[in-house]
DNA sequence: TTGCGTTGAGAACGGTCGTTCTCTATAGTA
DNA sequence: TACTATAGAGAACGACCGTTCTCAACGCAA
């Protein structure tokens, strides 16, 4: 475990699944450096302090979003189809064992009220998906209400399957989705 | 302060707006004993541990919840009226200075992983909550996946408006529902 | 007034956590 | 081989937190 890159991608995927899996707070620094099979000397020279790492596990929860996200929506041609691939790309995520809920929602209930940073970044990923989302209705010629009410959907969906364990959630949203996009599109 | 009735709610009171405020972890025993005002002694006489007032404060936030839902219905007189009501009710929660998002969100984000108790709490309150979508649903003639979507838009308008600082999802997810609504009543 | 049970205020205890420090072993160089 | 610089392992430190304990003040019966 010499290799510098190699050592901080052990810890950025050990404090990855610890937080998500356990919560931030409940993991200690000890916790990520047993996982992570480096001494504590090192893991304080890869990442200054607890709140550091955290925010760069923040930023790995949004690249995985994103190339979860874009990954569902490349086999998709029209921007109909991309919009409800999110809601098919959801329900295989609610589907694994390891689902928690989505990352950003336990982080910001978490932290969100004492930490900014974390409140910051669990902001702009949300505001970025709504973005996202929005300028594939444009695309589709919808309203940006329509935009807003599907990003709501995907929102709703997530924190449905994590707390109430209802997985179908992702396919009521996209039934829902289904239908408002048809009614501004037909009207 | 000497009546246990009184310094019980006092407490409660307090735990109350500091979990909420701040979360639960980020507050100490110490705290809640000042803003109650009476003795640390007192306070673990009134709730044995911290985890069993953090039990009471949720199911106190289970009857504000339900208080906020049914008195936002009661002027309604139809099944849909009362549905359209607890978008206006979120609206004006939305709103208010305090709001932070919804309190058993913000539990199960911070504990639900590491606590079975606050976990099958936040749940109950989420399946209850469905339960009387459904049951107004039922009342109106519509199908299971439209009260299950309702429920979804009002769960995603909670997380929208708290992490993105949108009180209009509630509006969205309200013109959402209409649309929702019409479909299955005029299909 | 005297003794006794209760209560309040907060010091104290045990444990944990984030962070730093010490010490030892080792690798590289002349 | 001798010296030096680095890095690993984990002990140690200071702070904090949940919980308990001490002790003094008070109310009250006789």
Chains 1, 2 share one sequence.
């Not at 620094?29 to 596990?57: C, H, N, Q, T, W």
């Not at 409140?119 to 919808?142: D, N, W």
């Amino acid at each position: 475990m010499i290799d510098p890159q190699q050592a901080r991608t052990q810890v950025l995927l050990a404090a990855n699944a610890l937080f998500y899996q356990r919560g931030i707070q409940a993991v200690g620094m000890d916790a990520v450096r047993s996982a992570a099979g480096i001494s504590l000397k090192r893991l304080y020279s890869l990442f200054p302090s607890k709140d550091a790492l955290l925010i760069e596990v923040l930023k790995g929860w949004t690249a995985e979003w994103n190339e979860g996200v874009s990954l569902a929506s490349s086999s998709a041609t029209t921007p109909r189809d991309k919009l409800l691939a999110i809601y098919d790309f959801l329900d295989g995520w609610f589907r694994q064992d390891d689902f928690r809920g989505c990352a950003f929602i336990n982080s910001f209930g978490e932290l969100g009220a004492v930490s900014p940073d974390v409140a910051e970044i669990a902001r702009g990923q949300k505001l970025a998906f709504q973005h996202y989302v929005a300028s594939l209705v444009e695309e589709l010629g919808g309203s940006p209400a329509l935009a807003a009410q599907l990003a709501i959907l995907a929102e709703g969906a997530q924190t449905t399957a994590a707390i109430s364990g209802r997985p179908d959630a992702a396919f009521q949203a996209r039934a829902a989705a289904e239908v408002l996009i048809r009614r501004e599109l037909t009207a």
